[in-house]
Structures are given as structure tokens and as C-alpha cells.
């Protein structure tokens, strides 16, 4: 039946954590009240007339951090199995391993120095 | 090492002795523990909700909630109903399909991960070969729904807060793995159970904790900056952004990132205590004393209290450690979002790579020590 034995219920489990927003939204969609109204559906923005939208062009700080996440937890999944069959491997898988978390750390510096990871 | 109890073998073992065939009888116990599990969720939130505020409370020498039920027990239900009778306010400029897909995709995966907690060698709803590394995959979704709800609000509070939260998590996402990653290098395995039973056979003395002194502190600054908590709450600084994404939401929208955030904060607990405390394992090991009293270790009853035991432990450690960051709250300050983030970045980061080299290399001079 299933290939990947346990992950039926994985797949159960995951029907089951669906249901519960359904559930909670769907019994508070009954019991709430109902109002109509434009002025309550208004943007908040601490009691002052909203000035322009939000989806505007934001800063590039958050897309660079977003990019340095995505090297380094590509390196952490590819760490993952050489973790599991480190006792396997011995000395050598430990030198490769070292060389290979090297070549992200020159990464890390790189971005470091040349002022990625900064905030301002 | 004993077997343990296996509640899900004697069930089927049961119905098929009734004459179903043990498809029918596996079928039929399938979503059992899983109910169970999210029903101990549910209450594990009115326990957490009413803890915190109870000790906030104590911290700054209030009574704290006292009317609603012995000792203001039911005060979280309350709340939880007062949620429920609110009106459900969209704003006009607002997308409303993510508005709405937003808090659903922040509480599917906490309460998915939920899957992987072992309360005891059998008792777990399954054990999938890849346990841990399945709720560092989940974890990541969490930050997509904040995304989604600050940005579908069109509110500039709830963007601000929802890059924040964003920006945040994914920091403190490369630490958090690289720690999990010392301890897998240990155990030889990403199953939670085997990941618990490395620790087993030495009471508190076997415990991961000593063997990972360092993991043990990024995880835990890492974990409460993935769950929130101060002093890492920038995404709902309440001084600089209102509420952060939660801004726009009122009713049960709102209320689901609660449920989201406190049910987060209890799974990160309880995989710490899975990870350096022994899970289920009590401090002095059940299996020295039953061996020291000449018990076997498969009688029955000694079975299901080694269980009950094991439950307990795992329940208690968790709620030693929410208490603890309950506690932080009202001890430490806020950072600033830039300290937050070389905190991140410039020192977990570096730290838990030369953890991770300096656990790799000990494995090999130690085997024995190190899970060899």
C-alpha cells in the first residue's frame, strides 16, 4: 500500500491538524455576530486616516538575509546525512566535512565583510 | 533495554481476536493516538495560558486571574469562548483569501509536528526514520503564513511585523538545525525514539545535555527566538508595531495564532527536552532500579508504570522549561532587531558550526562517550 512505511499516518495526521482552523473558523463563522459597516473595515493606522497602501516597494536588507538563509540551510540539509552516517565513515567523512564547512565559512566572511549581514 | 509497553500491538492484537481481519484492526487504531494527541494539545494551551499568566503574576506581585474557576483555571477558556463570539472583521484593502490562509498555515504545521513526540518507546503516533529533521522541515512553513498574513493585511504595522517575523525565524532557523545536527551526529539517527534512547541507561548522568553544553544554550536562545518569546518578540514589539501582523485580525483568526504560539512554545519544549534531557527517561534510570529490586523488566504492571512514568517525565521537563521561559519574559529585556540579528548571524551561527566540528571530532577521538 504505502512504499514509505509510517507515513500514513503523516498523511492522516495532516487531514486532522487541516480540520482544526476549519473547525475553530467554522464554529466562530455561527456564533458571531454581523455587522456591515465601511468605516469598521477601514485600515488601522492608530486612529489616523491610513495614508497610502502597504504593498509597496520594501528594503532590499530583508531579501539579502533571505538569500545568506538559503545557502546556508541547503549546507545544513546536505550535513543531515552525513551526520546520520558519520560513525560509518570514520576520519575521512570528518576532513570532508571540514573542507566543505570551510568553503561556506569563506561564504559567511565574504558576506560578513562586504556588509550583508548588517542591519543599517 | 526493555521493550516497553506497545499499546497500538495489544489493540490489534485484541480486535483480531473479535475476527476482524488486522487491516481493519490497524485501520481502526490509526487515528486514536492521533486525537489524543491534538485533545492534550488543546488542553496543554488552557494549561500554558493559565501558567503564564499565573506566574507573570507572581513576578511582578500580582494575584493574577483568580475569579474564573478554583484559582482562575478557567480563565484561557474563557477567553478562548469571548474569542469565538467576536466579529470577524476582513479590512476593505485587504486580501482576503491570504488574510484568511495566513494564521491556518501558521497553526497546520506546530500542530503536525506534534507527530514525531515520543511520550514513551512506543508511545508516539509514528516513527518515521526522519523524526527531527521533519519538524525542522515544518518549522519553516510557520514563517511563510506570518509573511502571508502581514502582507495581506495591506496595514504597515502588520507588514513590518510580518518581515520582521520572517526575517527573524529564518536567522535563527540555521542555528537551531545546526545544534539538532550535533545531537544526530551523536545518536546516528534523525528518529526522535532512537535519538532518546541514546541518552537512555545512566539516568540524568546520560543525558545530552552534558555531552552538549553549547548546543544545549543555542537551542534554547534559538527556540525562543523561533517561538517569539522575549526577549525575542520584535515581530509584535507592541511599543514600535501595535501588534505586528496580528494587527488587522480580530475574532478567531486571532485567536488561532495564539493557539499557534503557545502550542509552539510547548512542542519546543518538549523536543528539548528530547533532545538534551532524556525525553522520557527519569532522572534514576527504571531499569537499574527494577534490576536492583530483581523485577524483570517485561512484567506487566512494572510495564505500564515504567509508561505512566514516562509520560509524566516528558510532560514535566516540558513545563520546567515553559516555565523558565515564562520567567525570562519578565527578566530580560528586549534586543533591537539589529542585535537580534547579529546575534543570529555573527555569534550562533559561528558557534554552532565550531559545536557542530568540535562534537565530530570528539566522536572520533571518544566513540564510546559520543555515541560511537
Known amino acids: ?120 | 533495554m526493555s521493550q516497553g509497553i506497545d499499546l497500538q500491538g495489544s489493540f490489534v492484537e485484541l480486535l483480531t481476536q473479535f475476527g476482524l481481519p488486522a487491516g481493519v484492526a490497524k485501520a481502526m487504531w490509526l487515528p486514536l493516538p492521533m486525537t489524543l494527541i491534538l485533545l492534550a494539545a488543546t488542553v496543554s494551551i488552557f494549561v500554558t495560558v493559565w501558567l503564564e499568566r499565573k506566574i507573570s503574576a507572581a513576578a511582578q506581585q500580582r494575584i493574577g486571574p483568580e475569579f474564573a474557576g478554583p484559582l482562575g483555571t478557567l480563565q484561557a477558556a474563557a477567553d478562548g469562548i469571548k474569542l469565538l463570539f467576536k466579529e470577524d472583521i476582513v479590512p476593505a484593502k485587504a486580501d482576503t483569501i491570504l488574510f484568511t490562509l495566513g494564521p491556518a498555515l501558521v497553526v497546520i504545521p506546530v500542530f503536525l509536528s506534534l507527530l514525531i513526540i515520543p511520550f514513551g518507546q512506543n508511545l508516539v503516533i509514528t516513527d518515521i526514520g526522519v523524526g527531527i529533521f521533519l519538524w525542522i522541515a515544518l518549522s519553516s512553513i510557520t514563517p511563510i503564513g506570518l509573511l502571508m498574513s502581514g502582507y495581506s493585511s495591506n496595514n504597515k504595522y502588520s507588514l513590518l511585523g510580518g518581515l520582521r517575523a520572517a526575517a527573524q525565524s529564518i536567522s535563527y532557523e540555521i542555528p537551531l538545525a545546526l545544534a539538532v545536527l550535533a545531537i544526530v551526529l551523536m545518536s546516528n539517527s534523525l528518529s526522535t525514539i532512537d535519538i532518546v534512547e541514546q541518552q537512555s541507561g545512566y539516568g540524568i548522568l546520560g543525558w545530552n545535555v552534558w555531552r552538549q553544553p553549547v548546543g544545549f544554550l543555542i537551542f534554547w536562545i534559538a527556540a525562543l527566538a523561533e517561538c517569539e518569546r522575549l526577549p525575542f518578540d520584535l515581530p509584535e514589539a507592541e511599543e514600535e508595531l501595535v501588534a505586528g501582523y496580528q494587527t488587522e485580525y480580530t475574532g478567531m483568526k486571532f485567536g488561532l495564532f495564539y493557539v499557534g504560539s503557545y502550542v509552539n512554545l510547548v512542542l519546543s519544549a518538549l523536543i528539548f527536552s528530547i533532545l538534551y534531557l532524556g525525553g522520557w527517561e527519569s532522572p534514576i534510570s527504571v531499569d537499574l532500579l527494577s534490576g536492583l529490586f530483581g523485577v524483570s523488566e517485561t512484567t506487566p504492571w512494572l510495564q505500564v508504570i515504567t509508561a505512566a512514568i514516562g509520560i509524566v517525565m516528558t510532560v514535566v521537563k516540558a513545563y520546567l522549561l515553559v516555565f523558565l521561559a515564562v520567567l525570562l519574559r519578565w527578566t530580560v529585556p528586549r534586543v533591537r532587531i539589529d542585535q537580534l540579528l547579529d546575534l543570529g548571524w555573527k555569534f550562533l551561527l559561528p558557534v554552532a558550526l565550531v559545536n557542530l566540528l568540535l562534537t565530530a571530532a570528539l566522536k572520533i577521538t571518544f566513540p564510546v562517550a559520543f555515541g560511537g
Do not use: H
Not at chain 1, 28 to 34: E, Q, S
Not at chain 1, 55 to 79: H, S
Open chain 1, 1 to 120: 500500500m504505502f512504499v514509505l512505511t509510517g507515513y500514513e499516518y503523516l498523511l492522516v495526521f495532516l487531514l486532522l491538524c487541516g480540520s482544526v482552523p476549519i473547525l475553530a473558523l467554522g464554529i466562530a463563522y455561527f456564533l458571531r455576530p454581523k455587522r456591515e459597516g465601511a468605516s469598521r473595515r477601514t485600515t488601522y493606522e492608530s486612529g489616523m486616516e491610513p495614508i497610502g497602501g502597504a504593498w509597496i516597494q520594501f528594503n532590499i536588507r530583508y531579501y539579502m538575509f533571505a538569500l545568506v538563509f538559503v545557502i546556508f540551510d541547503v549546507e545544513t540539509v546536505f550535513l543531515y546525512p552525513w551526520a546520520v552516517a558519520f560513525s560509518q565513515l570514520g576520519i575521512l567523512a570528518f576532513i570532508e566535512a571540514l573542507i566543505f564547512i570551510a568553503i561556506l565559512v569563506v561564504g559567511l566572511v565574504y558576506a560578513w565583510r562586504k556588509g550583508a549581514l548588517e542591519w543599517s
